[in-house]
């Protein structure tokens, strides 16, 4: 298993511009997760989904969209980057978090630089 | 506001030295507790998840405890080693929040040789 992947790990970005970041788990998790971790400020959740075709905003949700067409693939969408979005990107799966397989599983990270 | 603390933010300790760190939640009402553990440059890895029904869970030179009624948990690392330096997090489920984790903000561990 390849567990939770995401393309691409790295990218830089001018202001204005757009791009998609990609996860994808082979998990079969219905649970899937968008955080941002920056320096001082831990991990904080973006956008999350409780299943295919779900979505909900989290903490920070402000400049970014998600989609989950299918189960095992969540894409975060930034329309117009700006440079406070400079940050490493995770994306996470798991079976429900109250369930005894309720793990968080983390995916390598994409870091994201917007000029 | 549902917390989580870790405290400290950093520490330093010789190879071989048995460590503890720290997690504080404001909120009792948490269905588990999960650590985890982050390399530099590296995605978060699950180190041990503690269910709200237990006390402790053990993986190796790891052992986790939780105590919801004074809103602690603690990572116990024994006979530590330089391999153990990381990050370490702990994060929780909150009541209400069931589907999303609140995190600490980690305690940095440095093994020195």
């Known amino acids: 298993n390849a567990g939770v992947t995401q393309t691409p790990k790295f990218r830089v970005l001018k202001t204005g511009q757009s791009m998609t970041l990609l996860c994808a788990q082979d998990m079969n998790h219905e649970y899937m997760y968008w955080y941002r971790q920056d320096p001082g400020m831990g991990l904080r959740l973006i956008h999350y989904?409780?299943?295919?075709?779900?979505?909900a905003k989290g903490e920070v949700p402000d400049g970014y969209n998600v989609s989950r067409l299918k189960k095992q693939n969540f894409l975060l969408g930034l329309e117009s980057a700006a440079p406070s979005q400079t940050s490493v990107y995770f994306c996470?799966?798991?079976?429900?978090?109250?369930?005894?397989?309720?793990?968080?599983?983390f995916g390598p990270g994409t870091r994201l630089t917007v000029l | 506001k549902q917390e989580v603390t870790q405290i400290p933010a950093a520490l330093s300790v010789p190879e071989g030295e048995n460590l503890v760190l720290n997690c504080s939640f404001t909120d009792s009402a948490i269905y588990n507790l999960q650590w985890f553990r982050q390399d530099p440059g590296k995605g978060l890895t699950s180190l041990l998840l503690i269910q709200s029904s237990q006390r402790e869970q053990t993986s190796g030179r790891l052992n986790a405890s939780l105590d919801k009624s004074s809103g602690r948990s603690t990572l116990y690392i024994a006979a530590s080693q330089p391999g153990d330096s990381a990050t370490y997090l702990c994060a929780a489920p909150f009541t209400g929040t069931a589907s999303k984790l609140t995190f600490g903000t980690g305690t940095r561990l440095q093994v020195t040789l």
């Open positions: 996470a799966s798991s079976y429900s978090l109250r369930s005894r397989g309720g793990s968080l599983f």
């Open positions: 989904s409780v299943g295919e075709g779900t979505t």
